[in-house]
């Protein structure tokens, strides 16, 4: 029994270090869930065979309660000239880039969350709003988000957005593979509903990789042989398929170390001087964990 | 009596077997409709489906373009969109330099040609991802050529859409396609290419001489062309050495070796003409198709100018002399060979020296 209540100590004033030392991302909130199952879905992004058609951008609207306009308004491709990021009413946008190689099949590439297995996000969230889901889904709570917005310094592809034109109750904004509406009762994502081409195909995440590789394998003209998302930032479940240079398509070049241990640094380094409110609401709280634990042991 | 013991044995065992595999089969989660074509297979008539994509061995059933359906209605995904006229016949008949029907119907196995839905599931969440759903295939397969040659991949091309009436009678009807027919395409008499060869930079081409004298088909040279070829103003002529050279050299790599001058010159150049290789040709060589003589695998075997190295059945009682365009009189007919063509020189003119003296040819000729 005393050895089962020194470990609770140990854990419990491991807590209180972590809240006073600034909260330490992944003890702060143990309660978060993060879950890197073994057959968790993903998408394979050929950029290949997409057409920059639009018609995901569409769908992504359209699932997430954003008014979508006309779906004809997607065909003017007057929008390529630029290089559009994901908006607070855009999860998801499609970029143009020629490929001087090839110069009549330019690269159409679509840019949302990568949804990585090791979240920087999740980490960077003070209040543990952020989860990854057993699909593989990296989603976040409105309820619990306080509009820090570390998130979307932590996040190393800049996806989540804020809505910064609201004076009342900002909310973070980012695609959630559909968790809601359609993923979490076992659903395909709109987009992939939509995309008329199947550039994207949605499926266990190990899967994908067997099939991007052998694409890759088969057409090895085709493609670069290089599966970006199956080690960046330690893998992500958006899989990206293409046939010129992922930095020349903006994709970020990024080290396999999954990118929280830089957000902790981060944290580190703004919380070493102060106390925020929420490091010490859980420190009280793990106080009170901690009284609480004791009285149970006893009672045992 | 143990002989047949262990017969019966055997037997019993492999009935019981046989009754187990059967029944384990027909009870496994999938649906009898995705192996069998009809819905009672029997052990006699198992009314299996091809299974696709296990042998690519390619279409085996050949037909032409006419026999295959003119005009195809896509509609089995149709929601948003309405249903795709194909003009499937054009197609194929288009289709014809740059991989004919394999272009499209690509892994089809040994027998008849399917159709896409054959192999590709209209469902989004399949057990085999690497193989494209329906709606995938489809736009994969039209759009990866549309989207190179007209650069037009906005819906409407194909597609009327389900809410727009006006658009329903351009697209959507049948009967507007229907005897569609792609423009003949023109062949060029010769082609004269300005290279970036320097000091030979002119290649002329005849194109007329390839496709009609020396005996080509269309594809033995247009294999893998696309609507590009033609349509497309925006494609620039490939820069690349190899590229240009490549349909060349297919046939006259052993010509050429390191012979620039093969095809390149300073100038427009000339036909080919037989006598140019030392041996004009005459009366019955002259109406002949290059391969009579030079073999039919168009690599063009060159030949001596000895009779026999063609006519190899030719002796003295059988050949013709008629052929050679003189009709020997009955005196001369009966004569061997060697008396008037010296050594059997028979591409030498013959001489009459022999026996009469003064007498030359063909100046004076044995027959006419
Ligand atoms: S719907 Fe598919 S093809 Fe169209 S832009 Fe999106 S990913 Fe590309």
């Not at chain 1, 309820?143 to 900002?170: D, S, V």
């Amino acid at each position: 029994m005393g050895k089962q209540s020194r470990r609770d100590f140990l854990k419990t004033s491991g807590l209180i270090g972590a809240g006073l030392s600034g909260l330490s991302s992944k003890k702060a909130h143990s309660g978060v869930k993060k879950i890197i199952a073994d057959d968790r879905m993903g998408v394979l992004v050929d950029t290949t065979l997409c057409i920059g058609c639009r018609r995901c951008e569409y769908a992504c609207k359209g699932a997430h309660d954003i008014d979508p306009g006309r779906i004809e308004q997607y065909d003017d491709r007057s929008v390529f000239k630029e290089m559009r990021r994901p908006q607070y009413n855009a999860y998801t946008v499609v970029n143009e880039y020629t490929d001087p190689e090839n110069p009549d099949n330019p690269s159409n590439v679509k840019v949302q969350c990568m949804h990585c297995d090791h979240p920087a996000c999740l980490s960077a969230c003070i209040v543990g709003a952020f989860s990854k889901e057993e699909n593989g889904a990296v989603i976040w709570d409105e309820g619990k988000c306080i509009g820090c917005r570390y998130c979307m310094i932590a996040c190393p592809f800049q996806i989540p957005q804020f809505e910064y034109h609201k004076a009342l109750e900002p909310e973070i904004r980012k695609c959630d593979l559909c968790w809601e509406s359609r993923t979490k009762d076992g659903g395909v994502p709109a987009c992939v509903e939509i995309c008329p081409m199947e550039a994207l195909v949605y499926g266990k995440r190990y899967e994908l990789l067997q099939l991007a590789h052998e694409r890759i394998e088969k057409n090895p003209e085709r493609y670069l042989d290089h599966v970006y998302g199956e080690n960046e930032v330690g893998g992500t479940s958006w899989l990206y398929l293409a046939a010129q240079d992922f930095t020349k398509l903006d994709f970020p070049q990024l080290s396999d170390e999954p990118a929280p241990g830089a957000s902790e640094k981060l944290q580190h380094a703004i919380f070493s001087y102060f106390i925020p409110p929420a490091s010490l609401f859980a420190l009280l709280g793990g106080i009170m964990w901690i009284n609480r634990k004791q009285n149970t042991t006893e009672e045992e | 009596m143990k002989p047949l013991l262990i017969i019966t044995f055997i037997t019993l065992v492999s009935a019981s077997l046989w009754g187990q595999t059967t029944k384990h089969h027909a009870s496994m989660p999938i649906k009898c409709s995705k192996c069998h074509t009809c819905n009672n297979p029997t052990y006699l008539d198992p009314c299996l489906k091809v299974c696709p994509d296990f042998k690519r061995a390619g279409v085996s059933v050949r037909h032409t373009a006419d026999e295959a359906p003119e005009i195809i209605k896509i509609d089995t995904l149709a929601n948003v969109y309405q249903a795709s006229i194909f003009t499937h016949k054009l197609h194929a008949e288009m289709s014809a330099m740059s991989g004919g029907c394999s272009l499209c119907h690509h892994h089809n196995p040994p027998g008849p040609i399917l159709q896409c839905s054959d192999c590709h599931q209209a469902k989004i969440l399949r057990d085999d991802l690497t193989k494209p759903g329906l709606k995938g295939a489809y736009h994969q397969q039209c759009l990866n050529c549309h989207k190179s040659w007209s650069h037009a991949n906005n819906c409407e091309v194909c597609h009327a859409r389900q809410t727009d009436a006006e658009q329903t009678a351009s697209t959507a009807d049948k009967e507007a396609f229907k005897g569609k027919e792609h423009p003949e395409v023109t062949e060029p008499e010769k082609k004269v290419y300005q290279t970036g060869f320097e000091s030979l930079p002119v290649v002329t081409f005849y194109h007329d001489d390839h496709a009609h004298r020396f005996g080509y088909e269309c594809v033995d040279c247009h294999k893998n062309e696309s609507c590009r070829r033609c349509h497309d103003t925006l494609a620039k002529p490939s820069e690349f050495k190899e590229d240009v050279h490549e349909p060349c050299m297919a046939c006259h790599a052993e010509a050429v070796e390191n012979k620039c001058t093969v095809c390149h010159a300073k100038t427009e150049q000339g036909r080919f003409e037989h006598a140019n290789v030392g041996w004009p040709l005459e009366s019955y060589h002259q109406t002949l198709h290059c391969q009579s003589c030079h073999g039919v695998d168009k690599t063009f075997n060159k030949l001596n100018s000895n009779c026999k190295s063609c006519h190899k059945d030719w002796t003295p009682d059988n050949f013709n002399h008629t052929v050679t365009g003189l009709r020997l009189d009955e005196v001369h007919a009966s004569f061997d060979c060697k008396l008037c063509h010296e050594n059997r020189a028979f591409s030498e003119n013959a001489s009459c020296s022999n026996c009469h003296e003064g007498y030359t040819y063909p100046a004076q000729k044995p027959g006419n």
